[in-house]
């Protein structure tokens, strides 16, 4: 019994072991020091790969941290939010919902600006009469600036006024979180596209 | 006994959980615009995946087009890039949806990072675009959904605007010698988070220039595999975009600042003449370049 213990624990350890080499070796596969040869002859300078990030590594709790990420900004459609409208005689109003998600136990809240006129994504359409800003059409409905604790989903609305009559002949624009900024990557997975 | 089948099944988690979350591998393989260093306040390529079947795509993967280029100090094209790579990318899902994805890095450290559905892959052109006006970068996805938008050059513009780091104020464009490696400062291609073999996809790069603060203009174009694509110094080390090289992609079909990257199977070698031609960039649309 007591080899049959010791056998299992060894087993164990090895495992564990192992472990530990394959994410050493994963990581040290991106930024893996090589001796960089060149037309100009060889060279002992070091080279490192950089990775490009997505939704997909951003929102993983063992990728992110690695890359110094500890939380990011989520913002998706309220349910009662259509990802296709149409603009009719009046403003509309839409809601999104910004949900700050934390990696850290020491990070446990976000500072997002809320400026259509400010930072962060800008939406223009260019129609046949010339150019609208989207940022132009909409406002918000909170304070420029909140406070999103971790794991704290707040909903935001926005109106949506209708383009200026002069722009003329436009089919269709996307509407989304304009002028949002944060301290945190942002994952925008809102669709709206407006109709005329 | 107990405790040790609890330990043994603990730690086979632990290392089946592990290599299920492993750092992606990063595979990529581009092009780079071939000529003496210079300046650049912009820079832009046209992408397109409409010729690939993205239903074939994994769910865990997605297929990534990315222009990159190498930040500057004080305009002095020769001697200072700050260590600062600013990237503008288009990726394609399984579900067919089109997401941007901005970002800076330093160091092996992003710096900034915006993403967002901009369309599909059925769009007829997207554009990237990267400008740099200290102490602002903006990153602008130009996105054509039909060919009546793009024939009436009716795009949608996605401007995602954030600042220049390490003191930034110019791009380089190019490619120099510096400290026995060759440093490509203007690169676009294509990169995943996992080598996509499943089916034979096509990515487009086109129109690729940059503005030299007159005219939107080009180079020659070569290809840059993982390894010898070095963009940037810092840190005593060269800095390259991806992290290994795509195996089986091609360059299939190429005219001036034109690549179509094929994955059939072969795969591309480095420095291959992609374009000879150089001088201004002439396009059929225009927004994009204002």
Request: charged share 15%; glycine share 8%.
């Amino acid at each position: 019994m007591r080899k049959i213990l010791g056998f299992t624990t060894l087993v164990a350890l090895i495992i564990f072991a192992l472990v530990l080499f394959v994410e050493s070796s994963t990581i040290s596969d991106t930024d893996a020091a090589a001796d960089v040869s060149s037309d100009g002859g060889p060279s002992s300078t070091s080279f490192h790969g950089i990775p490009f990030l997505t939704s997909m590594e951003i929102t993983d709790p063992q990728i992110a941290p690695k890359y110094g990420i500890n939380g990011y900004l989520h913002i998706s459609n309220s349910p009662e939010t259509p990802s296709e409208l149409t603009l009719g005689e009046y403003e509309q109003c839409l809601v999104f919902l910004l949900r700050f998600v934390s990696f850290s136990p020491e990070v446990t809240e976000t500072q997002v600006t809320l400026d259509p006129s400010g930072s962060g994504l800008s939406i223009e359409q260019v129609c046949k009469t010339g150019t609208f800003k989207v940022n132009d059409l909409i406002s918000y409905n909170v304070s420029k600036t909140i406070t999103i604790k971790a794991g704290e989903t707040i909903p935001v609305a926005l109106i949506l006024h209708k383009p200026p009559a002069n722009f003329a002949g436009w089919v269709s624009f996307p509407a989304g979180p304009v002028g949002i900024s944060a301290n945190v990557p942002i994952i925008d997975d809102t669709e709206v596209t407006v109709y005329g | 006994m107990a405790k040790a089948l609890i330990m043994i099944m603990l730690a086979t988690s632990f290392f089946l959980s592990s290599i299920a979350q492993v750092t992606a591998d990063q595979p990529y393989v581009g092009g780079y615009l071939d000529g003496t260093v210079v300046n650049g306040s912009r820079v832009i390529a046209d992408v397109y995946f409409r010729d690939t079947d993205y239903s074939s795509i994994p769910s865990s993967k997605w297929l990534g087009t990315v222009i990159s280029v190498a930040g500057a100090l004080n305009n002095n094209p020769i001697t200072n890039p700050s260590g600062v790579v600013y990237q503008n990318g288009l990726l394609l899902l399984s579900n067919g949806s089109v997401r941007w994805a901005p970002q800076a890095w330093l160091i092996g450290y992003p710096l900034c990072y915006y993403e967002k559905s901009v369309g599909n892959c059925y769009y007829v052109a997207y554009y990237e675009r990267i400008d740099i006006s200290s102490p602002s970068v903006t990153y602008k996805i130009f996105a054509y959904p039909s060919g009546q938008s793009h024939d009436n050059d009716n795009p949608a513009i996605y401007t995602w605007l954030n600042q220049t780091y390490a003191g930034d104020t110019t791009f380089l464009i190019g490619k120099q010698l510096h400290d026995g490696v060759y440093y490509k400062h203007f690169q676009f291609g294509v990169e995943s988070n996992q080598r996509i073999t499943e089916t034979q996809w096509s990515v487009g790069n086109n129109m690729v220039a940059y503005y030299n603060g007159t005219a939107w203009y080009y180079y020659s174009g070569k290809t840059a595999t993982y390894g010898n694509n070095a963009i940037t110094w810092a840190s005593g080390s060269a800095w390259g975009i991806g992290g290994e090289a795509y195996a089986g992609v091609d360059a299939v079909e190429t005219d001036a600042q034109y690549v179509r990257w094929n994955y059939s199977g072969t795969s591309v070698s480095n420095d291959v003449s992609l374009w000879t031609q150089s001088g201004i960039s002439y396009d059929w649309v225009s927004k994009p370049y204002q």
